[in-house]
């Protein structure tokens, strides 16, 4: 889990974790403070709202109930508001060592090799 900014800049890495976990169980693992700040997620973090009125979640469409072309308008403002982050993970798994097998021995280093890059 990262944090960024809307230049991009990455302000926080949470830990790794070992094997495939879903990004909202990470979510409510991390303590996060209440801000004034506003934060963008992605539908991978429903129900993230509950706890914090300042994150902004995109509209779901479902087969019985469609967005409205409002929504759609609100959704589209909010994908191109996160594309910068998107561009921010994107830069990081650029670098191949993060995507292929470590041979080292210490448990932390992948925690340290993503917050070096």
């Not at 429903?46 to 009125?53: F, V």
């Amino acid at each position: 889990m990262a944090f960024t900014d809307h230049t991009g800049f990455i302000h926080f890495i949470s830990d790794t974790y070992e094997g495939s976990v879903h990004d909202k169980s990470i979510w409510d693992d991390l303590m996060i403070k209440k801000t004034s700040i506003n934060i963008l997620v992605d539908l991978g973090f429903l129900g993230a709202d509950k706890k914090h009125e300042n994150v902004i979640l995109p509209y779901k469409t479902s087969k019985y109930k469609k967005t409205s072309s409002l929504q759609k308008q609100i959704n589209k403002g909010i994908s191109s508001l996160r594309i910068k982050v998107e561009h921010a993970f994107s830069g990081v798994k650029r670098l191949k060592i993060l995507s292929q097998k470590i041979y080292l021995r210490s448990p932390n280093i992948y925690d340290l090799l993503i917050k070096v890059v």
